[in-house]
């Protein structure tokens, strides 16, 4: 299977699974959770589905209980909604990459914090000068 058909199901299994948190699924544990990736296996074996959740706060294993719970009734959802002969094991994992860019935001947040709260050197020199 070509890299574009894979990533083009992949992005359509991405937005069925995302509409369905949003929409169909009264589940709690998926308040605040977004679907940012699916990753296909080249035989369409497996789905690899990132997630991350709004709150940093939130214990991710809320959201992966619920997916598990939910696993069955998302399959059925791909199945009717996107056209695969085979509909893939769903694999939820916490999307690292998203939370490694909210740590280091943090970090670059706290830097520039310090940086305006230290005055200026050239402005305490001019200020000594005078």
Known sequence: MSTHRLNNLAEQVRQVLSHALSFE????????????????????????VLFTELDDDTDPQVPLESFRRAKGALKRLIAQRVQMRRVPE??????????????????????????AATPDSDAASEANQE
Not at 103 to 108: A, P, S, V, Y
């Open 25 to 48: 699924m009264g589940d709690p544990g998926f308040d605040g959770v977004t679907i940012t990736r699916v990753r296909l296996s080249p035989d369409l074996q497996f789905a690899d």
């Open 90 to 115: 769903l694999r939820f994992h916490v999307d690292e990459d998203v939370v490694a860019e909210r740590r280091i935001g943090k970090i670059l947040e706290k830097m520039h914090e310090n940086d």
